[in-house]
């Protein structure tokens, strides 16, 4: 008669039993060690599958020195982060990215002067292989922590700091934000637009610094005072239109640089009886589809693959944590490409 099934966890040693091979051996064939024969790691597999064994995350850490952990640090306030779709994309990117490769995220969000200190601490206790970090604003710690804890780590955004002598390039995933804004702003001349805005994003973050570079590409002789700086969200959009509204009645279009401040600038236009696009046409940046779609009219926007450069980000830490020690660098910069979406509002 044959034992009953234990009902207690599947061990390594009831894997290594079932496949027919030595602990050890099972143990480099479970953990991704190199020098494991095709063969062996196919009779592992099958155990391992058959078994329904799990692998122990902590005794895992002392074999391969990895926690299987990513950080995904992120300098926005909690509340912006969850109502902000750029956010949910970007990290479902990285998710789905992490997912493939067996790897854990972990969200650590730098909301508030003191949270830096909590960040620090957890880094440098070893609990993540490395970090994604978006949102950066200039003069944030956070570069300096990963750099003195030489934490491999890939930005989302073009870092906007000058590296130290001597420090590796920076990796970072962006989109083409200047290339973007000037197609964009191309799209309002060619429509005969005269009178341009431009709604400005945070100039402490090189998305806010490349979109304004872009618009001052074509209207590179154009009057400064109609350029306002709102803060990525509606709220900031509707107030730096309607404050452009009180000093230039006769502009014609606006350029926004991101869709939730072009809504809110659609509010502020439509409170103040302008019609759009005919009295002023609005083009955003992002291509958001549950903001875009959805606006009356529908947002003409400059699309960029947010939740593909969540994935990408992802794929470069996973490569320069596979090639640590390697000669050969890891690819430190990618750039997307943007492009303009035409619906209604311009």
């Known amino acids: ?27 480099r064939a479970v953990n991704g060690a190199a020098g494991v024969s095709g063969r062996v790691m196919a ?84 609990h993540v292989d490395g970090a994604l970090a978006f949102s950066v604003h200039r003069d944030d710690p956070l570069p300096a922590i990963v750099r003195r804890l030489a934490l491999p780590t890939v930005y989302g955004g073009r870092p906007h700091w000058t590296p130290i002598p001597g420090e590796s390039a920076l990796a970072y995933v962006d989109a083409d934000n200047r290339g973007g804004a000037r197609e964009a702003v191309r799209h309002l001349v060619a429509r005969g637009r005269r009178r341009i805005g431009h709604i400005a994003g945070p100039q402490a973050l090189a998305a806010g610094m490349d979109r304004l570079d872009g618009y001052r590409d074509v209207l590179f002789d154009g009057d400064p005072s109609l350029v306002v700086q709102g803060d990525f969200t509606d709220e900031g959009g509707e107030r730096a239109t309607a404050g452009l509204l009180d000093r230039h009645p006769d502009l014609d279009a606006l350029f926004v640089a991101s869709d939730l401040m072009a809504r809110g600038a659609l509010r502020a236009l439509r409170k103040r009886g302008r019609a759009v696009p005919q009295d002023v046409a609005v083009v955003g940046f992002d291509d958001l589809a549950p903001v875009a779609t959805t606006t009356d009219p ?49």
């Open 298 to 346: 529908p947002l003409t926007t400059v699309r960029q693959d947010i939740e593909g450069m969540g994935r990408t980000m992802a794929r470069l830490l996973i490569r320069k944590l596979d090639g640590r020690g390697s000669a050969a660098p890891a690819q430190a910069t990618v750039i997307t490409a943007t492009s303009l979406v035409l619906r209604g509002s311009a």
């Open 43 to 126: 009779k592992v597999t099958a155990a391992v599958q058959e078994l329904g064994y799990v692998p122990n995350r902590a005794a895992r850490t002392l074999v391969t020195r990895r926690t299987g952990n990513i950080a995904v640090i992120i300098a926005e306030p909690e509340g912006r982060i969850f109502s902000d779709p750029y956010f949910g994309l970007q990290i479902r990117g990285i998710s789905k990215e992490l997912v493939a490769h067996d790897l854990q995220l972990v969200l650590l969000l730098a909301d508030e002067a003191g949270d830096h200190g909590r960040i620090d601490r957890y880094l440098a206790g070893g």
């Open 1 to 27: 008669m044959s034992a009953p099934p234990s009902t207690g966890r599947p061990t390594l040693d009831a894997v290594a039993a079932r496949a027919g091979v030595s602990r050890s051996a099972a143990s």
